[in-house]
């Protein structure tokens, strides 16, 4: 089955850090892939996504390249603020058909210090 | 953006009771949403899938007849946990996809409610 694999925290940062969750996919066929994020007593939103082979999703400073051949789609983020403090999630929908369920990674927890 | 909510975000309650939790979607119509549950530093697991007006599509490994869904509407889901115990609590989590037929797959969470059973 479709499963996603991001690199485990916590990850600790000083503000204006650079920044890099990985996260890896495995599915069959061209999947959408999302990064989401958790604020501390909120529900999740979605970051960014892309929905096919070498797109580049991006918003508020964070940009991911969904890449095929090595079946990744990392979170980066040149430089991030107390305000990115939150988990962070890595899924996938899989591609075609009525199915849009989504399969997440374990989460990410990111702390960033002033 | 679109909004999801949830009602209660927590509850306390005692083993052996029923508890119910709404998904509504407060500004747009939603064709399906979704049941998660989320462990401590877990991921999100999908619990069921719940269309208006049908029943819901449970993963394999829940009980339907545990976590009972209604999808009434097109913008309230209910989700409710019969005769809880305590390895039922977690916290709960909806999402909902809106009534628009795309490429891509958006859907809009819920802040999640957390239930405690003692």
């Known amino acids: 089955g479709d499963s996603v694999t991001q690199m485990e925290g916590p990850v600790t940062l000083s503000e204006e850090a650079f920044l890099t969750i990985n996260c890896t996919y495995t599915?069959?066929?061209?999947?959408?892939l999302f990064w989401y994020v958790q604020y501390p007593g909120e529900g999740l939103q979605l970051l960014l996504k892309a929905t096919k082979a070498d797109d580049k999703g991006s918003n508020k400073g964070f940009e991911a390249t969904y890449r095929k051949e090595t079946t990744s789609f990392h979170l980066e983020k040149g430089s991030v603020q107390v305000s990115d403090s939150a988990v962070y999630f890595c899924?996938?929908?899989?591609?075609?058909?009525?199915?849009?369920?989504?399969?997440f990674g374990k989460g990410t927890l990111l702390t960033v210090n002033p | 953006g679109a909004v999801v909510s949830q009602h209660p975000s927590w509850v306390i309650c005692k083993s052996g009771t029923s508890v119910k939790i709404e998904c509504r979607s407060l500004d747009f119509q939603a064709t399906t949403m979704f049941w998660y549950r989320q462990f401590p530093k877990q991921s999100l697991m999908l619990m069921a899938t719940?269309?208006?007006?049908?029943?819901?599509?449970?993963e394999q490994g829940v009980e339907k007849d545990k976590f009972l869904i209604n999808h009434a509407s097109l913008t309230l889901s209910t989700l409710t946990v019969t005769s809880a115990h305590p390895e039922d609590s977690s916290f709960y989590i909806c999402?909902?996809?809106?009534?628009?037929?795309?490429?891509?797959?958006?859907?809009?969470f819920g802040p999640g409610t957390r239930l405690t059973v003692l």
């Open positions: 999402s909902a996809r809106v009534r628009i037929v795309t490429s891509t797959d958006t859907q809009y």
């Open positions: 719940s269309n208006e007006g049908s029943k819901a599509t449970y």
């Open positions: 599915a069959t066929g061209y999947p959408s």
């Open positions: 899924a996938l929908s899989p591609s075609g058909g009525s199915n849009y369920k989504l399969t």
